[in-house]
């Protein structure tokens, strides 16, 4: 089985620090105040994506300004040191050593992924990886289709997991089974109507997947 994990939110406990640094950013630039909420909806999207969501109309200079800025807040930000979420690591060093491949679909940017994964000498860590900024930006499945393919799977040997309706629906315009964690971005109750296979409270168990798949 390929697994295919969405990163912010889902492995990564960085949502507050997303949230912080994009109205840090639209702050920065005279822009309106930004809620919580409002920034939490846009997580998974990619950036230049997550800014037209937030600010619909905004110019390709306004895009590029408030996406350098606020990546410039997200690098400067060393205060919030991200970790993974409670038994993510372990859970996914077992789910390795078990002989399952491990690949990220994230909306974040080549070079910010490397630098995190870095930051967790974890740059080794997983078989394959796909960006927003070098793909389409989820919900489009094109993400999903490049592991696939890069692979040699098909839809119904591999699952994706994440936390927002963006991961959902990429991947059930993929026909791939997915699984949805209700810690991250998005509120649980949004996530059930996409049909996930397994709803997580805790990472770990996403193991008893495996054992469903063995009956």
Known sequence: MLFIFDWDGTLCDSTGKIVRCMQLAAHKLGLRELEDSEVLNIIGLGLPEAVHTLFPGASAEMVGALSR????????????????????????????????????????????????????????????????DETRSKPDPAMLHELLAEFGRASADAVMVGDTEYDMEMARRANMPRIAVSYGAHAIDRLRPYEPVMCLDHFPDIKNLLGRAED
Not at 70 to 81: G, L, N, P, R, V
Not at 111 to 131: K, T, V, Y
């Open 69 to 132: 800025a606020y990546s410039d807040f997200f690098i400067a930000d060393e205060q919030s040191q991200m970790t993974l979420f409670s038994g993510v690591e372990e859970t996914l060093h077992q789910l390795r050593d078990d002989g399952y491949q491990l690949t990220i679909a994230t909306g974040k940017s080549r070079r910010g992924l490397a630098r995190i994964l870095e930051s967790l000498d974890m740059q080794n860590f997983f078989h394959g990886s796909r960006c927003a």
